[in-house]
């Protein structure tokens, strides 16, 4: 079955550090992977995907991810953490046996500190 | 700004109840999709459209209904919910399912009294 894990409830990172957010993957075949950011009273808003191609994706508001085959991994991440990026992150991955579902993790905190 | 727009934005409602959340999107995407949000909690995919025909059905409980007349609308109506059924109700767009992004709305804060 595919699945997705975000092994970190939150990550604290001061600003102007650079930050990681943590997402492994469990799926049959060749993974489709996306990083969704929620901020609060919104819906999520896409941030970046992974479909095929070069492992390093760049996305919005300067964060990329590296789409790691053998470690079966896509960690999110931004060189230099601002306090804007305060938010709920969620990695997804889309199911190969039913290809109209995403399967979200559960999400991490992203709190940075000024 | 979205492009996908859901109202209302809260809804409190007695068990008895029955109500409707609409969502519309402007991006002239073909696929539409209902999820529950609670805490602690993965989001739960509920219904899904494809070209208005309803191609996901994640073993919701008939309570919900969903309704999607064209492309650009879908509709969740509620009846006699319980209160375990509490949470943010998001909608989504893309425009196909397999390899675009979802664009969400800002979702529907539904409590049960």
């Known amino acids: 079955a595919q699945s997705v894990a975000q092994p970190e409830d939150q990550v604290n990172v001061a600003e102007g550090n650079p930050l990681t957010v943590k997402c492994t993957y469990s799926v049959s075949g060749n993974p489709y992977l996306f990083w969704y950011v929620q901020y609060p009273n919104r819906g999520l808003q896409f941030l970046l995907k992974y479909i095929t191609g070069d492992n390093l994706v760049k996305g919005s508001y300067g964060f990329e991810a590296e789409f790691n085959k053998s470690q079966t991994s896509f960690h999110l991440k931004k060189p230099s953490a601002l306090v804007s990026d305060s938010a709920l992150y969620f990695c997804a991955v889309r199911d190969r046996t039913n290809t109209d579902k995403l399967i979200f993790g559960t999400g991490t905190r992203l709190q940075v500190f000024p | 700004e979205t492009g996908v727009t859901q109202t209302p934005r809260h809804l409190v409602m007695g068990m008895t109840n029955k109500k409707s959340l609409k969502c519309e999107q402007h991006?002239?995407?073909?696929?539409m999709y209902w999820y529950k949000q609670s805490a602690k909690k993965p989001l739960e995919l509920m219904f899904v459209y494809n070209f208005k025909e309803q191609t996901e059905n994640n073993s919701v409980p008939s309570r919900f209904s969903p309704e999607c007349p064209n492309s650009s609308h879908l509709f969740l109506h509620l009846h006699t919910l319980q209160p375990e059924d509490s949470a943010l109700y998001l909608c989504?767009?893309?425009?196909?399912?397999?390899?675009?992004?979802?664009?969400f709305g800002d979702g529907t804060r539904l409590s049960i009294l």
């Open positions: 989504a767009s893309s425009q196909e399912t397999r390899n675009q992004p979802q664009h």
């Open positions: 991006l002239g995407h073909n696929a």
